[in-house]
């Protein structure tokens, strides 16, 4: 079972954030809740959106990134 932050994570990393090129985005259930250039108040807004679940922030990338994961 994984825990709801690498859940989160997992999320926005296989996720299309085109639409949010250079904002914060918070996460929380797998989905993205909130987004803005601020980050405290994406968060803000998105604990009242999500109410107890986990929220994740991210700033999504300007351009394409690349994200490796590598195993031990």
């Given amino acids: 079972m994984t825990d709801k932050k690498t859940s989160n994570y997992d999320y926005f990393i296989k996720a299309d954030t085109r639409a949010y090129k250079g904002q914060w ?32 922030l991210a700033k999504a990338p300007d351009e394409q990134m690349l994200v490796l994961k590598f195993f031990s």
């Fill in 25 to 56: 985005v918070a996460i929380a259930g797998q989905k993205i809740i909130a987004h803005g250039k601020d980050a405290q108040i994406v968060y803000k807004h998105a604990q009242k959106l999500a109410g107890t679940k986990h929220i994740s």
